[in-house]
């Protein structure tokens, strides 16, 4: 559970909104709606007011930034309660993430050549462009951007390259001995072909080359192969998270 909870908090922090709020143990996060993760309501300890006060409170301020309330629950965080408190409020359960981890030793995993880690002051901006080339349906660069620049952190901004051109991309954030794998994605006509693995081997190289001791990521439990994938790699599920959105919740923000 310890180390569960050392997940949780990196997890934030390597993913950091634009404005939040800190509300009787809740944490409330704004992003100009850019991913859930963002702009959503995480429950971190037990607060005194009731979960009704804070349930429409939270509905109120998310609806003054224009954007529609979502809680984000993780299992660890004990939401029974209010996952319970929600369903009666018609929000819809969606994106069940299996949160997953391993230990790293050292010399585990190597560099791939074709992999490249990107250089310079402008690496972010470098790596944001491949990421929204192989992955057309995100939007908004700007926000994205905004967050990644927020990170606090080493950041590792990956590009893996075939023929001179880019076929798929990761991040890593290491924050302390915890390496955050994010944002792995193969541009969709060269999928099947092993280009996520050789990014995600690449990314846990590069971490423990800067002293990670553990990687952690998550994926959504309907994502089958990359299910398999980190499995053949050594994670293991930690503990699980999910999402409770209005019925009438824009389907179009992205986790």
Request: proline share 4%.
């Amino acid at each position: 559970m310890i180390q569960a909870w050392h997940i949780e908090e990196a997890s934030i922090n390597a993913w950091p909104a634009l404005n939040s709020l800190l509300y009787d143990g809740w944490l409330l996060r704004f992003a100009n709606g850019y991913t859930k993760r963002a702009n959503s309501v995480t429950p971190l300890y037990s607060g005194e007011l009731s979960l009704e006060r804070k349930i429409a409170a939270c509905e109120e301020l998310y609806r003054q930034q224009g954007l529609p309330p979502i809680f984000r629950l993780a299992e660890i965080s004990g939401v029974a309660e209010l996952d319970a408190q929600l369903v009666t409020r018609a929000y819809r359960r969606i994106d069940v993430t299996s949160v997953q981890g391993r230990p790293l030793s050292a010399g585990e995993f190597g560099m791939s050549g074709r992999a490249g880690v990107l250089p310079g002051s402008d690496a972010l901006a470098t790596w944001l462009q491949s990421f929204h080339t192989l992955n057309p349906g995100r939007r908004d660069m700007e926000t994205h951007e905004a967050i990644l620049r927020r990170i606090l952190g080493r950041v590792c901004p990956l590009v893996l390259s075939d023929g001179g051109s880019s076929v798929a991309c990761g991040l890593g954030v290491l924050q302390g001995e915890h390496l955050g794998l994010f944002d792995v994605v193969t541009r969709k006509s060269e999928r099947r072909k092993g280009y996520g693995r050789i990014v995600t081997e690449s990314l846990l190289a590069w971490g423990q080359s800067q002293g990670a001791s553990y990687a952690y990521l998550q994926v959504m439990l309907s994502n089958e192969p990359a299910q398999h994938l980190y499995a053949q790699l050594g994670f293991n599920e930690q503990y699980k998270d999910w999402y409770r959105v209005a019925s009438k919740t824009d389907s179009q923000i992205v986790r």
